[in-house]
DNA sequence: TCAGATAATGAATTGTTATTCATAATGTAA
DNA sequence: TTACATTATGAATAACAATTCATTATCTGA
C-alpha cells in the first residue's frame, strides 16, 4: 500500500528535516550570512551530512523555494477551482495569499528579503525554472482577470496583465510590514483580504470624490 | 563666492564618483557579490583608495542609500508642497515617485533586490539612521492621506496607514517589472501614473459591479 | 627646486566559510 | 556473528574577498 520503500521513505523524512531547518536558518540570517554550519546545528547533523542531501548551498535554497512557491501556487489554483464566478475567484486569491504567508511566515521572510537575489541567478538551470514557475503563474492569473472582464466584473478599459500585478502589489505591501513589526501579529493577515479587495474594487476616493478629474491610461 | 575650499570640493568630488561606481556594480551584481575591487577597478581607482573615503563597504553601501533616498524624500516633499489639494498632492507623490525610479534605475535596482537586507542590519547606527528616515517619510505620507480624508476626497472609513501602504505597494508593483524586463522600458515609468491612480481612487470594478457584495474593513 | 605634507597604490594579511574526504558508525543480510 | 554496504561525521582544505599598511607618487608652499 504504501507507495515508498522504506529506505527511500527514510531519506526523504530527513531531507525535509534539513529543509526545514534550513528555512529556518534562512529566514533568520538571510541567505548569506547563513553558513552550513548554522543549519546544520539547527537540523542536529554534521555539516557533511547535508552535502549527501543537496548538491550545494544554493541547491538547498532553491529546493526550499521551489517547494513552497509550488505549493502556493497549487493551493491558490485549487481553492480557486472550488468557487464560481470571477469576483469569488479574485477573493480567493487574495485570502488564500494572505493565508499561506501567515502559515509559512518563515519562508517568506527569505522569499520577500532576498526577493532579488533570483533575478541574479538566472543564468543556471534550476533558477531558470523557478523563474519561469512564476512567469507561468503570474500568465494564470492575468487570465483570471479577462475572464472577470469578460464577465464584466472588472473594467474592460484596463490592461489585465498590470491590473494583476497592482494587485499583487497591494497584498506584499499588507504582508511584508506584517512580517517585519513583531507587534503587528496581533491582528491576522487573512483579515486584512477585505481591505484590499475593497479598495482594489471600489477604490479609495469618497464617492462624491469620484472620477471628479480626468484619469487616463 | 565658492561655499568650499578647493580641497574639500575636490575631496567631495572623488567621493562622489566612488559612489557612482559603486551605485553600478552594486545594481550589477548585488550586494554580496560586488568587490571591493569591482568597484575599484569601475571608479578606476586601487582599493586602498576607498578605504580613505569610506570606512567599509557597509558604509559605503550605506552612504549610498541614505544620500538617493533623502533626495527621492526631499524631491516628493518639495514637489507636494507646490500643489494645492490632496488629491494633486496624491497624483504628485506617485508621478514623482516613477519619475525618480526611472532617472536612478541603478540604485533602485539595489533598493528592490537588496530591500530586506536593511531589515537584517537595523542592530548597528548608521542602518538604524536610515531606518529612521524611512519610517518618518512613512508618517508623512499617512498624515497627507489623513488631509485627504479631512477634505473628504479620500474615504473616511480607510485606515490611514494601511491605505498609504497599500499606494506604495501599488506603486512598487510596477516599477519592480520596468526594471527587470528590459524589453519594457519603451513604455515609460511616468506614463503608468495614470493607471495607478485611477484604480487606487476609483477601483478596478467595473461600475456595474461595485459594491456588489458587502466588503468590509 | 626642494622638504614636508597629503593622497594613492596594490601586494600581503586575515578571517571566513563552502566544500571535501578519510574515518567511524550504523544498518543489513547470510 | 561476520562481512559488506550504506550513511554520518567533522577536521582539513581551498578559495575567496574585506581590510590593512608599507611604499610610492603627487601636491603645496617657500
Redesign the pocket.
Known amino acids: 500500500m504504501n507507495p515508498l520503500p ?2 527511500a521513505r ?2 526523504l523524512l ?1 531531507r525535509t528535516d534539513i529543509l526545514r531547518a534550513a528555512t529556518h536558518v534562512f529566514a533568520e540570517k538571510g541567505y ?9 546545528r539547527q537540523a ?10 543537496f ?6 535554497y532553491l529546493a526550499l523555494s521551489e517547494e513552497k512557491i509550488e505549493e502556493l501556487f497549487c493551493r491558490i489554483k485549487d481553492k480557486m477551482g472550488e468557487v464560481q464566478g470571477s469576483l469569488a475567484k479574485i477573493r480567493v486569491l487574495v485570502e488564500e495569499q494572505l493565508a499561506y504567508f501567515e502559515e509559512n511566515e518563515d519562508f517568506f521572510r527569505i522569499y520577500f528579503s532576498e526577493e532579488g537575489f533570483g533575478s541574479r541567478l538566472v543564468t543556471d538551470k534550476p533558477s531558470r525554472q523557478m523563474m519561469e514557475r512564476i512567469v507561468k503563474f503570474r500568465g494564470y492569473l492575468t487570465a483570471v482577470i479577462k475572464k472577470a472582464q469578460a464577465e464584466n466584473v472588472i473594467r474592460v478599459d484596463l490592461d489585465p496583465n498590470r491590473t494583476a500585478r497592482l494587485l499583487g502589489g497591494m497584498v506584499k505591501s499588507i504582508i511584508i510590514p506584517w512580517l517585519k513589526d513583531k507587534t503587528l501579529k496581533e491582528k491576522d493577515l487573512k483579515g486584512s483580504s477585505g481591505f484590499i479587495l475593497d479598495i482594489f474594487l471600489n477604490g479609495a476616493a469618497s464617492p462624491s470624490a469620484k472620477n471628479r478629474d480626468a484619469l487616463c491610461n
Chains 1, 2 share one sequence.
Do not use: F
Request: hydrophobic share 35%.
Open positions: 522504506r529506505k527514510d531519506k530527513r548569506h550570512d547563513a553558513t552550513m554550519l548554522d543549519i546544520a542536529e547533523y554534521a555539516v557533511g551530512t547535508i552535502y549527501l542531501y548538491k550545494d548551498k544554493q541547491a538547498l
